[in-house]
């Protein structure tokens, strides 16, 4: 599925990013938010090694983690768990061709947001 | 899917089969000035479109039959021609990405496997760029998770680890250097609260459809956010580890097995009143011990010190966000890698193969860089010229 502010799991994560890089996202919409590349999302520098980017990947796939869960309430999927999620998003953020709606499906086949029907 | 990609392949091979058919007969009935009406009616975009084939490789044939309608050249120099644009097409980063790696049946292949994959065109001194492929693995063979009380998550690991970046040809890599280890690791980092169940049904609604770009709903969910962060002060997250691997040119013939410890650092202030927190800088710092055992075909055992050896290897990270360009947000991000050799022979330093340093500052936004300034050296390189990335480039 496509970046889609419908999609509690999509609508989540973007105010997750949003707020974790204000004040830089300030008046950035939704929409345009599905587009911020992975590694500007990590905070990646330009030149860093590999197991830089790794870290910084693993870092915030973790920090994702604690805010669904912590502030959204956010349940695994039946046939997910933490370690497959963060797996699964520590993988996706490793990659720099990836955009945040890329990870946006991710988030939403690990994730059960609250209403969400399973 | 593959069947796709036999379609597009027959797809191409058909029009270049059918062209110089379809050529040859017209060419021998048009005069000149059917030849101008031809060349003023030629429309290659209109025509590729209709056609399912990628818009440029199109364009390289269709402009390559319309020159053999109208006599532009001989056959044999509209061949050659013709060879060399469907190169200079195909054989572009932005090209086999789209339609090689983010074909239907590759992108399947690899999507939620460990191995990225990305072609790139890599900048060389004084020469040609060359085509490489940068490749990285990163596959988890176990990793845990330690409970605990307190403030702090605790996780633990085993890893397989690689990357590098491979071109056709090896003497023309400017980033010869493969990365290959298992990592045995433990991290601990910042436990972000778990709040209840009417902070989460109002965190919901200030982020549905309705609300999500509205100002008062961000604000009032950012407040939400802060009143349960800052307790916390700031993101922490430390690793520490040991690494067992090699490191070695794309062929394999220099290489060097590499034992290492290291620690990793990164810190996010989440307050305001600090300098960092305030200015959204985020540092981040690794260093490890490295013992390294290099074989005969390293550079320093060339220059005549095959001996093992210690180094220190260290890397640190500085972003620091600059405010607003074209509307978007602009930040400054440098990075610095360093490889120190300790209590190195003469030999080793008069050859300049005991330390290296590469520095990397960038303006980037969002979606890519803008422009990027490096200068120094990695370990393995062969070639002093072939440096990576050096100087100033605009990514445009």
Redesign the interface.
Same mark, same amino acid.
């Given at each position: 599925m496509s970046w889609n502010?419908?999609n509690?799991a999509h609508?989540?994560l973007? /105010?997750t990013v949003? !707020?974790d890089?204000?004040?830089?996202?300030k008046?950035? *919409? &939704?929409k345009d938010g599905g587009?911020?590349?992975v590694d &500007?999302?990590i905070? /990646?520098?330009?030149?860093? /090694?590999?197991?830089?980017v790794?870290? *910084?990947a693993?870092?915030y796939a973790? *920090?994702i983690d604690? !805010?669904l869960?912590? !502030?959204?309430?956010a349940k695994y999927e039946s046939e997910s768990n933490?370690?497959k999620a963060l797996? /699964?998003l520590?993988?996706a953020l490793?990659?720099?061709?990836n955009t945040l709606s890329d990870l946006g499906d991710l988030v939403d086949a690990h994730y059960r947001?609250?209403?969400e029907v399973e | 899917m593959l069947s796709q990609l036999m379609f597009r392949l027959n797809f191409i091979l058909k029009l270049l089969l059918f062209f110089p058919v379809f050529i040859s007969t017209v060419n021998a009935q048009v005069n000149e000035v059917q030849k101008d009406v031809i060349k003023s009616i030629a429309m290659p975009d209109e025509y590729c479109k209709k056609l399912k084939i990628e818009l440029t490789v199109c364009k390289v044939i269709y402009e390559a039959g319309l020159k053999k309608i109208i006599g532009d050249g001989s056959n044999e120099e509209i061949r050659v021609q013709l060879e060399e644009n469907l190169k200079a097409v195909i054989l572009q980063p932005d090209y086999l990405n789209k339609n090689l790696l983010e074909s239907a049946f590759v992108a399947s292949k690899i999507e939620g496997s460990p191995l990225t994959l990305e072609f790139a065109q890599l900048d060389r001194k004084d020469a040609d760029n060359v085509l490489g492929l940068k490749y990285s693995l990163d596959y988890s063979i176990k990793k845990g998770y330690i409970d605990s009380s307190g403030d702090w998550d605790k996780r633990w690991g085993f890893k397989l680890l690689s990357s590098g970046t491979i071109t056709q040809n090896s003497e023309e890599n400017p980033r010869n250097f493969i990365d290959l280890k298992v990592t045995a690791f433990g991290s601990i980092s910042t436990e972000i609260p778990t709040q209840g169940e009417a902070f989460f049904a109002r965190a919901m609604i200030l982020t549905n459809a309705v609300n999500i770009n509205k100002q008062a709903a961000i604000d009032e969910l950012d407040a939400m956010f802060e009143n349960a962060l800052s307790p916390l002060g700031g993101y922490q997250w430390y690793t520490f580890g040991v690494d067992l691997g090699l490191e070695a040119d794309q062929e394999f013939k220099a290489k060097q097995n590499k034992i290492s410890g290291f620690v990793y650092g990164q810190y996010e202030s989440w307050t305001k009143s600090s300098f960092i927190g305030a200015m959204g800088i985020v540092p981040s710092i690794r260093i490890g011990v490295d013992s390294i055992d290099p074989n005969k075909e390293t550079p320093r055992a060339l220059a005549g010190d095959n001996s093992s050896y210690y180094r220190i290897s260290g890397e640190a990270s500085l972003w620091v966000p600059l405010g607003r360009f074209n509307d978007q947000p602009l930040v400054l991000t440098f990075n610095y890698r360093t490889y120190d050799e300790l209590s190195p022979s003469d030999i080793t330093k008069n050859a300049k193969f005991d330390n290296y340093r590469l520095r990397t500052y960038a303006l980037r936004g969002p979606y890519g860089l803008y422009v990027s300034y490096s200068s120094g050296q990695l370990p393995m390189n062969f070639q002093s010229e072939q440096l990576i990335e050096l100087g100033l480039k605009l990514h445009l």
């Open positions: 502010i419908n509690s609508t989540g973007w /105010a949003r !707020f890089h204000r004040p830089a996202s008046g950035v *919409k &939704f587009n911020w590349k &500007f999302i905070r /990646a520098s330009a030149g860093a /090694a590999v197991q830089d790794q870290q *910084k693993q870092a973790n *920090k604690d !805010f869960t912590g !502030f959204f309430g933490e370690e797996a /699964a520590e993988s490793s990659n720099s061709e947001m609250i209403g | -």
